[in-house]
């Protein structure tokens, strides 16, 4: 048998703008990887 518990979550404003932070350095990490990650673009020490 299964449990499972669904929680809800209420950030609150501090919390809500970190979680937007996070979002853009997602972003940027993914751009880096889609860079990079192309032939010609090689990374460098």
Known sequence: M???HKI???PSI???AL????GSRRHC???LLEH???DEN????
Do not use: T
């Open 2 to 4: 299964l449990l499972a």
């Open 8 to 10: 809800e979550l209420r």
């Open 14 to 16: 501090s919390q809500a």
């Open 19 to 22: 979680d937007k932070a996070c």
């Open 29 to 31: 990490y993914n751009k």
């Open 36 to 38: 990079f990650s192309q």
């Open 42 to 45: 090689k990374w460098s020490k």
